[in-house]
């Protein structure tokens, strides 16, 4: 079956653009989550939504901000971006609660959407 | 807070060698869930394993096994007779119960970098 599929791969933009990520779950899965990738910070949560709600957030500013559809695409939004914000933004799928299968905890990733800010 | 130690940065061994990344963690839950994963360049995570607290029985698959000590909060990876192919970078991370709907609310390692030369 198809993996998590996230668009753009590469992208480039300057300070005090925004820029909007796109993240297409595994089909079924209903959990979808981000994170940024640093080489300072590692690997650290941005938020899940799982049917259409966050249902988690981590500790970034208001600038990051995220949206699920009814169909379980998720895309991220960051608002007036600074050179800090470079990094490789991940979406994970998971099957979250929902339809009765077994949370399992494995989360399945996109190859991720790699971002740098002139 | 929950806190994930990868105290190796980079290991570099030859091919056929047995190699061991560490992961110790911190967490003040009864029940969590323990991970590893694999990301190769290409930049996807990929999930190579998940224990929970209740179970401290070490787990080999194929040329892979893993050694998880309650009493001294690791969860070790062990490459048997490694390969090439095994070269990439390797996060443990931390979440809290599953069950709570937070399994996507990963906390991640710093990781270590695997080299496997010829």
């Known amino acids: 079956k198809a993996g998590v599929t996230q668009t753009p791969r590469y992208l480039i933009k300057t300070r005090g653009q925004q820029v909007t990520l796109s993240c297409s779950p595994i089909s079924g899965h209903r959990s979808v989550s981000w994170y940024q990738q640093t080489p300072g910070q590692g690997l650290q949560f941005l938020f899940e939504?799982?049917?259409?709600?966050?249902?988690n957030k981590g500790n970034f500013p208001g600038r990051f901000s995220g949206r699920q559809f009814s169909n379980s695409r998720s895309e991220m939004n960051v608002s007036t971006l600074e050179l800090g914000d470079s990094a490789l933004y991940l979406c994970?799928?998971?099957?979250?609660?929902?339809?009765?299968?077994?949370?399992?905890?494995?989360?399945?990733f996109g190859e991720g959407s790699r971002l740098t800010v002139l | 807070a929950q806190k994930v130690t990868q105290a190796q940065t980079e290991i570099s061994v030859v091919e056929k060698e047995d190699v061991t990344l560490d992961c110790v963690y911190e967490?003040?839950?009864?029940?969590?869930?323990l991970f590893w994963y694999k990301q190769p360049p290409s930049g996807e995570l990929v999930f190579l394993i998940r224990?929970?607290?209740?179970?401290?029985q070490n787990e080999i698959s194929g040329r892979y096994s893993w050694n998880f000590q309650k009493s001294t909060s690791s969860f070790n990876f062990t490459i048997t007779a490694s390969q090439v192919v095994d070269s990439a970078v390797y996060f443990c991370?931390?979440?809290?119960?599953?069950?709570?709907?937070?399994?996507?609310?990963?906390?991640f390692g710093t990781g270590t970098r695997l080299q496997v030369t010829l």
């Open positions: 224990r929970n607290s209740f179970d401290e």
């Open positions: 967490t003040r839950d009864t029940t969590y869930y």
């Open positions: 994970a799928s998971s099957w979250g609660l929902a339809g009765g299968r077994a949370n399992t905890g494995e989360l399945f």
């Open positions: 939504y799982f049917s259409e709600t966050q249902r």
């Open positions: 991370a931390l979440s809290e119960a599953i069950n709570t709907g937070t399994a996507s609310k990963l906390t």
